[in-house]
């Protein structure tokens, strides 16, 4: 029984790794909804923040950073298993680099205000914010990169990025 189950588990993990990408457009939009969640878990740390320096309740955002390295370590794992599709190695590369930075930011810059209390003092606040700034400063070129890499995968492969695809 036990065997079975077992067997069935790594089938279903099979499974997961490999049904989304069996078109090059297909592994664009599995890698694409990749960056868009990343966003949506920024976006939720960004207004968690804001909650946690009203009230100095910093502990507020352990849940969502916890959440986003979470997802980041999945999604690396997901990533680097992905086969080849019609050469897809550069733009893997490239959401590999983005999700590297991206835990990066989480551990350096996302999580140190969780240990921040109400009385924590302002200047310390503002100069993890400082710190935060200027650690993302390289994600403009990292996103650019990956965008770039949709595009060159998408022209070599018969589709444009951002274009409406019917199912």
Same mark, same amino acid.
């Given at each position: 029984m036990k065997r079975i189950y077992l #067997? @069935?588990?790594?089938? #279903? @993990?099979?499974?997961? #790794?490999?049904?989304?990408q069996t078109t090059p457009l297909q592994l664009n939009d599995d890698l694409a909804s990749i960056s868009d969640s990343l966003f949506a878990k920024g976006q939720n740390w960004g207004v968690t923040f804001n909650e946690a320096y009203k009230s100095g309740n910093y502990i507020l955002l352990k849940p969502?950073?916890?959440?986003m390295l979470s997802f980041i370590n999945r999604k690396t794992t997901y990533v680097q298993?992905?086969?080849?599709?019609k050469n897809s190695k550069p733009l893997r590369m490239a959401m590999l680099d983005?999700?590297?930075?991206e835990k990066k930011m989480v551990i350096e810059a996302f999580m140190p205000f969780e240990l921040f209390t109400t009385t924590t003092p302002a200047d310390k606040v503002q100069a993890a914010l400082d710190s935060l700034k200027e650690k993302a400063v390289p994600e403009n070129e990292i996103i650019k990169k990956l965008i770039t890499e949709q595009e060159i995968y998408g022209a070599a492969n018969g589709f444009k990025v951002g274009e409406e695809t019917k199912p």
């Open positions: #067997l @069935l588990v790594v089938m #279903l @993990l099979a499974i997961s #790794l490999t049904k989304a969502v950073s916890g959440n298993n992905m086969k080849d599709i983005l999700l590297a930075f």
